[in-house]
């Protein structure tokens, strides 16, 4: 069988074309905030709960000192070099 491609079937697939971008796109507005949403909040909890287990517990009224490393000693800038001018003539 031979089929023959006629004006109104072209504009039949036109139109299915559209209603179907038009439906897919509702259900993307529709969905994507609420998909969003719950990834957002399981971030947050995901995060808070990584803070959490890096705190230390301690009891209230406990007195904790921290000192950095790197200002105990030497200072870290670096090494003294020692240089001697040469005059040129």
Do not use: C
């Not at 509702?26 to 995901?46: D, S, Y």
């Not at 301690?58 to 007195?63: F, I, L, T």
């Not at 001697?84 to 003539?89: A, F, G, L, S």
Request: overall charge positive; charged content about 35%; aromatic content about 8%.
């Amino acid at each position: 069988m031979v089929y023959e491609a006629s004006l109104a079937g072209v504009f039949r697939i036109i139109f299915w074309i559209l209603v179907g971008s038009f439906i897919i796109r509702l259900i993307v507005r529709l969905a994507l905030p609420h998909v969003v949403r719950g990834a957002q909040e399981r971030m947050q909890e995901e995060m808070r709960k990584r803070q959490e287990a890096q705190r230390p517990k301690r009891r209230e009224g406990d007195v904790t000192i921290e000192m950095n490393d790197r200002n105990s000693g030497k200072s870290q800038k670096g090494d003294y070099v020692d240089f001697v001018e040469i005059k040129e003539d």
